[in-house]
């Protein structure tokens, strides 16, 4: 069973503009949520997460939102870049679990100029 | 700093033979994890390591694979015997402990592909 499952598999977006990825969880346990970024031949790297304990978490151009109740969480990309264009992946883990991640399908993202 | 080295980057090999693939983690990362991906299952957990100590391999798949990790610097990954269906990426990954904020840092992976 999918514990983590991100719906849309792929998202096309003008550059400037902002891009939302989606993530959905099952396991109501998990408490600290992250996303990944992949380019073609080279592994996954950390790019955002959050605690349960928080509802939105910024970096720059990334914000992740966490829905608790709906077990919802939601990457925004403002403004997308050509060179974000690229895989996206969110995990959830539970902290006294471990460090092991649970990762879903990816949303390959692609950022028109 | 080196980050995660994986070798080898590429791997063909046929049915039934033995694959080793190589992991040097970050110097000083206490924790090992091997991910598989593949297009049917995504990226997968197989086994973490903390201070050379297997932890997990609920996520191995079947008794062909096997993981040691002999050192703090090197872990490998054996399928023996391969079959078609092991074809997949294989990532390497590895973090300062187990805490759960810790960040996990991932090798280039090994591109396996078992005729």
């Known amino acids: 069973d999918q514990q983590v499952k991100q719906n849309s598999p792929s998202l096309s977006v003008q550059e400037g503009r902002i891009s939302i990825l989606n993530c959905d969880y099952t396991n109501s346990m998990f408490d600290y949520f992250l996303w990944y970024k992949k380019y073609p031949a080279e592994g996954p790297t950390f790019l955002i997460s959050?605690?349960?304990?928080?509802d939105k978490n910024e970096d720059g151009r990334f914000t992740v939102f966490l829905n608790k109740s709906a077990k919802h969480l939601s990457l925004h990309i403002v403004p997308s870049q050509p060179g974000d264009s690229a895989v996206y992946f969110c995990a959830a883990s539970l902290k006294a679990a471990g460090n092991k991640l649970t990762f879903g399908g990816g949303t390959r993202v692609l950022v028109k100029p | 700093d080196a980050g995660v080295i994986q070798s080898p980057r590429h791997e063909v090999t046929e049915m039934g033979q033995e694959v080793t693939l190589r992991c040097k983690p970050i110097s000083g990362h206490n924790s090992l994890f091997w991910y598989r991906q593949t297009m049917m299952r995504g990226l997968e957990l197989l086994i973490y390591?903390?201070?050379?100590?297997?932890?997990?391999d609920s996520g191995m798949p079947e008794d062909r694979f096997s993981a040691k990790m002999p050192n703090a610097s090197f872990s490998t990954l054996k399928i023996q015997p391969s079959e078609p269906r092991d074809s997949a990426v294989y990532f390497c990954?590895?973090?300062?402990?187990?805490?759960?904020?810790?960040?996990?840092?991932f090798g280039p992976g090994t591109r396996l592909t078992v005729l």
């Open positions: 959050i605690s349960s304990i928080k």
């Open positions: 990954a590895s973090s300062r402990s187990l805490a759960g904020w810790d960040t996990q840092y």
């Open positions: 390591f903390n201070n050379n100590v297997p932890i997990d």
